[in-house]
């Protein structure tokens, strides 16, 4: 069945450092790749998404890349802040019925100033 | 505006109680849907209502009981729940209706249920 893995489980920068989470998905026609990120007690708000007829999207310090050949994609945050500390969840859309997500287990990432 | 608006923004009941979880969109989105969401663990998808007619339950057990009443408002009625129940229950909308390219997934900020 459909499945996305996420990898670190935790991640721990510091200030100003960057930050890379990678999700490889199962399902070769998945075609909608959103990122969420989760501070402590809020919703999953998406910092970026990518569809698969593009390699890479960035926005300002976040960036997501996307090879689907290998079916992997990444995250990138560049000049990493106190505030990014929460957990990222990435996602990929499920063939037969893109209004479902399948998202991976998550990353915790802290970023000590 | 992307808001998706959820009450109660907490909720404790017991076993034997019977409550609702409500929640309301006013961006013309076509999908909802109702995640359960545990500690330290990703939201799990219950129920997707595309363009008000239940298109996706993913085995919830019949204690929760979706309803779309019309396009801008979802409940989820419960009835009889367990204490490992207890999680966060998101509401979320989306444009739906486009099934060859994904549809961004706005969240409420989610209903925390305790079962005691």
Redesign the interface.
Same mark, same amino acid.
């Given at each position: 069945g459909e499945n996305v893995e996420q990898h670190p489980s935790t991640l721990s920068v510091q200030e100003g450092d960057s930050a890379v989470i990678k999700c490889t998905y199962s399902d070769s026609a998945s075609?909608?790749?959103?990122w969420?990120k989760q501070e402590l007690g809020?919703?999953?708000? *998406?910092i970026i998404?990518i569809?698969s007829n593009v390699g890479e999207k960035k926005d300002q310090r976040i960036a997501v890349t996307l090879n689907k050949t290998a079916k992997h994609f990444s995250l990138h945050i560049t000049e990493t802040q106190p505030e990014d500390s929460a957990?990222y969840?990435c996602a990929a859309?499920w063939a037969l019925?893109?209004?479902? *997500?399948i998202?991976?287990?998550?990353t915790r990432l802290q970023v000590f100033p | 505006d992307t808001e998706v608006t959820q009450t109660p923004k907490h909720l404790v009941m017991g076993m034997t109680n019977k409550k609702s979880l409500k929640c309301e969109q006013h961006m013309g989105h076509r999908a909802m849907y109702w995640y359960k969401q545990k500690a330290k663990k990703p939201p799990e998808l219950m129920f997707v209502y595309s363009y008000e007619k239940l298109s996706i339950n993913e085995s919830v057990p019949s204690r929760f009981s979706p309803e779309c009443p019309n396009s801008s408002l979802l409940n989820l009625h419960l009835h009889a729940l367990q204490p490992e129940d207890s999680a966060l229950y998101l509401c979320a909308s989306s444009q739906g209706g486009q099934p060859f390219s994904g549809n961004t997934i706005y969240f409420g900020e989610g209903s925390w249920l305790t079962v005691v």
């Open positions: 075609n909608y790749f959103p969420y809020k919703r999953p708000q *998406l998404d569809r957990v969840f859309s019925n893109t209004d479902k *997500l998202f991976g287990t998550g | -």
